[in-house]
C-alpha cells in the first residue's frame, strides 16, 4: 500500500484513534509506548503531519523512517525532534517487525500556553534537524531520557492537580536541555563527519568567492549553503557553533573580510571596487561590517601595508 497523500494530526486524541490506542488520558500530552502502536501500513510507505511536538526515541528493524527528503535506519537508539506542521514519513518492507521499540512524547502547543517553554521551546534548533541529523545515543543517555518520560507519564497518569502542568514542562525542559548537551557531545565524537562537513563548506564558499558570484549575487543564503551540502540549516549552524564558537552567518562574514584583507593589501583597487565585488550595494555597509571585524576602517587598514 502506498499513500501520496499525507495523514494529517490536528490532536493527540486522532492520532491515538488512529494508532489503534486508548483515548489519551490528557488531550494536550501523551506518551505512547511505540510497541502498542498499530502500524496505518503493513507495507509501503505512509507520510503523517502532527499539528503538535513530538520527541521520538525510536529503534525500527528493517524499516526506515523518512523526514523531509532524508531517509535513516533506526536500528539503533535514536532520538528526534518534529515541531508542528512537519512532514514525517514511514516505510515499511515484508520483513520489517511491525511494532517498533521506544516512546514518543506528544506535546500540543496549546499545552505550553503561559509557561517559559512556550517561548523557549523555538529556540531548540534540533526540532529544525532531518532524520539524517537525529541524535544517537549511548546506553547511558539512552537510560537517563527513558527515566525522564518515565516521569512524564507517572505525572499525568496522576491526579492532575494545579502543579501537573508545572512538573511536566520542567521534565520536559530538563529532557531538551540533556539533548542539547548529547548533540554538542555528538559533534565532538563524530568528529570525522563533521569535519567533513566542514571541509565541503570551505570548498564550497572557496569556490562561490572564486567564481564572481558574490558581485551578482551577493553572499550565498544560509540555506543554499544547507541545500548545497544536504544537510539542514539549523544542523549547519549548531556543528559550527560546537566546532568555532560561530554562528553560519558569522562564519560567513569572518570569511568575507579575510577576502576583503586580501583584495586590500594587495591590489589597486578602490574601496567603493571592492566592496562592490564582494557582493555590497552600498559602501557604507561594507565599511561598517569590515569595522566591526577589525576595529579599522578599510582605508585604515589597507595604510596599515604603506
Given at each position: 500500500?502506498?499513500?501520496?497523500?499525507?495523514?494529517?494530526?490536528?490532536?493527540?486524541?486522532?492520532?491515538?484513534?488512529?494508532?489503534?490506542?486508548?483515548?489519551?488520558?490528557?488531550?494536550?500530552?501523551?506518551?505512547?509506548?511505540?510497541?502498542?502502536?498499530?502500524?496505518?501500513?503493513?507495507?509501503?510507505?505512509?507520510?503523517?503531519?502532527?499539528?503538535?511536538?513530538?520527541?521520538?526515541?525510536?529503534?525500527?528493524?528493517?524499516?526506515?523512517?523518512?523526514?523531509?527528503?532524508?531517509?535513516?535506519?533506526?536500528?539503533?537508539?535514536?532520538?528526534?525532534?518534529?515541531?508542528?506542521?512537519?512532514?514525517?514519513?514511514?516505510?515499511?518492507?515484508?520483513?520489517?517487525?511491525?511494532?517498533?521499540?521506544?516512546?514518543?512524547?506528544?506535546?500540543?502547543?496549546d499545552f505550553l500556553w503561559n509557561t517559559t517553554l512556550a517561548k523557549t521551546i523555538k529556540q531548540y534548533e534540533f526540532f529544525s534537524y532531518s532524520?539524517?541529523?537525529?541524535?544517537?545515543?549511548?546506553?547511558?543517555?539512552?537510560?537517563?531520557?527513558?527515566?525522564?518520560?518515565?516521569?512524564?507519564?507517572?505525572?499525568?497518569?496522576?491526579?492532575?492537580?494545579?502543579?501537573?502542568?508545572?512538573?511536566?514542562?520542567?521534565?520536559?525542559?530538563?529532557?531538551?536541555?540533556?539533548?542539547?548537551?548529547?548533540?554538542?557531545?555528538?559533534?565532538?565524537?563524530?568528529?570525522?563527519?563533521?569535519?567533513?562537513?566542514?571541509?565541503?563548506?570551505?570548498?564550497?564558499?572557496?569556490?562561490?568567492?572564486?567564481?564572481?558570484?558574490?558581485?551578482?549575487?551577493?553572499?550565498?543564503?544560509?540555506?543554499?549553503?544547507?541545500?548545497?551540502?544536504?544537510?539542514?540549516?539549523?544542523?549547519?549552524?549548531?556543528?559550527?557553533?560546537?566546532?568555532?564558537?560561530?554562528?553560519?552567518?558569522?562564519?560567513?562574514?569572518?570569511?568575507?573580510?579575510?577576502?576583503?584583507?586580501?583584495?586590500?593589501?594587495?591590489?589597486?583597487?578602490?574601496?567603493?571596487?571592492?566592496?562592490?565585488?564582494?557582493?555590497?550595494?552600498?559602501?557604507?555597509?561594507?565599511?561598517?561590517?569590515?569595522?566591526?571585524?577589525?576595529?579599522?576602517?578599510?582605508?585604515?587598514?589597507?595604510?596599515?601595508?604603506?
Amino acid at each position: 500500500m502506498n499513500s501520496h497523500r499525507p495523514l494529517r494530526f490536528k490532536t493527540i486524541t486522532e492520532y491515538h484513534r488512529a494508532a489503534g490506542l486508548p483515548k489519551p488520558e490528557h488531550p494536550l500530552i501523551s506518551l505512547v509506548r511505540m510497541d502498542m502502536v498499530t502500524p496505518p501500513i503493513t507495507e509501503g510507505s505512509i507520510n503523517l503531519i502532527f499539528d503538535f511536538y513530538s520527541i521520538s526515541l525510536k529503534r525500527v528493524y528493517n524499516g526506515k523512517f523518512k523526514y523531509g527528503q532524508q531517509a535513516s535506519d533506526f536500528d539503533e537508539g535514536v532520538l528526534f525532534f518534529m515541531a508542528p506542521g512537519q512532514v514525517f514519513g514511514i516505510e515499511l518492507s515484508k520483513e520489517t517487525r511491525h511494532r517498533p521499540e521506544g516512546w514518543m512524547i506528544l506535546i500540543h502547543p496549546d499545552f505550553l500556553w503561559n509557561t517559559t517553554l512556550a517561548k523557549t521551546i523555538k529556540q531548540y534548533e534540533f526540532f529544525s534537524y532531518s532524520v539524517n541529523e537525529a541524535l544517537y545515543l549511548s546506553d547511558k543517555e539512552e537510560m537517563m531520557l527513558n527515566s525522564i518520560a518515565n516521569h512524564i507519564e507517572q505525572e499525568y497518569h496522576a491526579n492532575i492537580d494545579r502543579f501537573s502542568q508545572n512538573v511536566i514542562v520542567a521534565q520536559l525542559e530538563l529532557l531538551l536541555t540533556y539533548a542539547e548537551r548529547f548533540y554538542q557531545r555528538q559533534f565532538i565524537t563524530r568528529k570525522i563527519a563533521s569535519h567533513e562537513i566542514l571541509t565541503r563548506l570551505e570548498d564550497l564558499l572557496s569556490g562561490y568567492f572564486s567564481s564572481g558570484a558574490l558581485a551578482k549575487e551577493g553572499l550565498p543564503s544560509v540555506t543554499y549553503i544547507a541545500e548545497t551540502l544536504n544537510i539542514s540549516p539549523g544542523y549547519l549552524s549548531g556543528l559550527l557553533k560546537s566546532l568555532t564558537g560561530q554562528s553560519t552567518q558569522q562564519h560567513l562574514h569572518d570569511k568575507l573580510i579575510e577576502l576583503a584583507k586580501e583584495k586590500l593589501s594587495t591590489t589597486n583597487l578602490s574601496v567603493s571596487q571592492i566592496a562592490y565585488e564582494l557582493g555590497f550595494e552600498h559602501l557604507q555597509s561594507f565599511s561598517k561590517l569590515f569595522k566591526t571585524k577589525t576595529n579599522l576602517s578599510p582605508l585604515e587598514f589597507r595604510h596599515s601595508f604603506n
